[in-house]
């Protein structure tokens, strides 16, 4: 028996999630977010899988664009954060990126890039997330002194959303006004939504919340490509999503506790009654989170059942009281099928997002392939 402490990607799933988002974004091409190694999934895997779904992909920094033009992939990449020195200008040029700009800062590197062809060149507006962006009273000189530039082809306006995915919020309709009238003031594609707002408001597009219909418009859905809800208060089974990962580790000792015995680092768990103790392959060495210490769900043969004591390093245990058949070397689900990733981030305080990207390098990735 190895450890067994694995990682299993399904590209079936990412396949059925990309359609998902291509049905609700209408006519706007589909750029699936792949940055942080596809959310944790293998970049390159990613967009191997999504490249004849998708009309582009996009990237955070230009190192993943790079790994992406190595590894074969054509497709339009939007870099997300921009670029930071004048060879990161001269490589995406050379890459054929679309670049964000979201400083004039970013512009002044461009100019002292002297570059010989021109690169394509997205313009994003801060709508009212206050993270990145130009204000919106600065985008009429800037699209007249992008436009003017020879070594530029200003393709678009975007703008990320704050809170699209909250309920019951209408901070997104305010920001998508600001940007629709700069960009039809100026007859530029634009580019907004993310997963939320592909959920949130693409059924009420004829309403005229969200047309993001117009030609040349790009949304960039992420998390739902990973099959995690976008939505607060939605599984991402009531949203047709298909799990694309699960993370599962073995059985490697199964004990019997007295009540009133502990369990683990601090001794924070104590038995109720007399216990059979689960002790599996995994921790937070592998990106299990430390978090789900004392309580989070994780399935075994089929049921469900909780960790007791706190997550260590390499090892976490489980109560298999009520799970009779469960044997050393059984496979236990910490997210997957029976235990969605949204409920263990929910137990931890965090989001799926975070859970994706950190599971590390020494866990087995296995794909598999058909049908998930
Ligand atoms: C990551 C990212 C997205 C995707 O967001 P999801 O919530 O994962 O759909 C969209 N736009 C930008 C600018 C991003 O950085």
């Known amino acids: ?25 209408g006519d706007a091409a589909v750029y699936a977010m792949i940055k942080a190694n596809g959310y944790g999934h293998g970049l390159t895997l990613v967009a191997h899988t999504l490249r004849d779904y998708v009309g582009g992909f996009g990237v955070a920094v230009i190192e993943e664009a790079v790994a992406l033009r190595e590894s074969g992939i054509e497709s339009p ?3 997300l954060e921009g670029c930071f020195d004048e060879g990161e200008w001269r490589l995406a040029q050379q890459l054929n990126l679309e670049v964000v700009v979201h400083n004039i800062e970013q512009i002044n590197t461009l100019a002292a890039a002297h570059l010989t062809d021109s690169v394509a060149v997205w313009l994003k507006v801060d709508t009212g997330m206050h993270r990145l962006g130009v204000p919106a009273e600065q985008v009429p000189t ?37 940007l629709r009238s700069l960009a039809e003031q100026f007859a530029l594609p634009y580019s907004a939504a993310n997963s939320a707002a592909l959920f949130q408001y693409s059924e009420n597009a004829f309403t005229g919340r969200l ?56 001794a924070t768990w104590l038995a109720s009654r007399d216990s059979r103790i ?42 298999l009281t009520e799970i009779v058949d469960a044997k050393v070397g059984d496979r236990v689900e910490l997210w997957g099928d029976l235990v969605s990733i949204d409920e263990v981030a929910a137990f931890c305080g965090t989001i799926s997002y975070e859970l994706f990207c950190q599971v590390t390098a020494r866990v087995h990735r296995v794909i598999t392939h058909g049908k998930a």
């Open 278 to 319: 689960g002790i599996v392959a995994v921790g937070y060495g592998d990106g299990y989170p430390r978090h789900a210490s004392n309580g989070a769900p994780v399935a075994v043969a089929g049921m469900r059942t909780r960790t007791v004591g706190r997550v260590s390093m390499d090892m976490i245990a489980i109560d």
């Open 77 to 79: 990449l939007m870099l």
């Open 142 to 178: 800037l699209v007249q002194q992008l436009s003017s530039r020879s070594e530029i082809q200003l393709i678009g306006l975007m703008t990320h959303f704050a809170c699209a995915d909250m309920a019951d919020d209408h901070t997104s309709e305010n920001q998508l006004r600001t």
């Open 211 to 266: 047309p993001e219909s117009s030609q040349g418009a790009r949304v960039r859905p992420g998390i739902m490509l990973y099959g995690a809800s976008p939505v607060e208060g939605q599984s991402s089974a009531a949203l047709d999503l298909q799990v694309t990962q699960q993370f599962s580790a073995r059985l490697i000792a199964v004990n019997c506790v007295q009540a009133g015995e502990a369990v683990g680092y601090g």
């Open 1 to 25: 028996m190895t450890r067994g402490t694995q990682l299993e990607i399904r590209p079936a799933a990412l396949i059925h999630n990309a359609e998902r988002a291509a049905q609700l974004a």
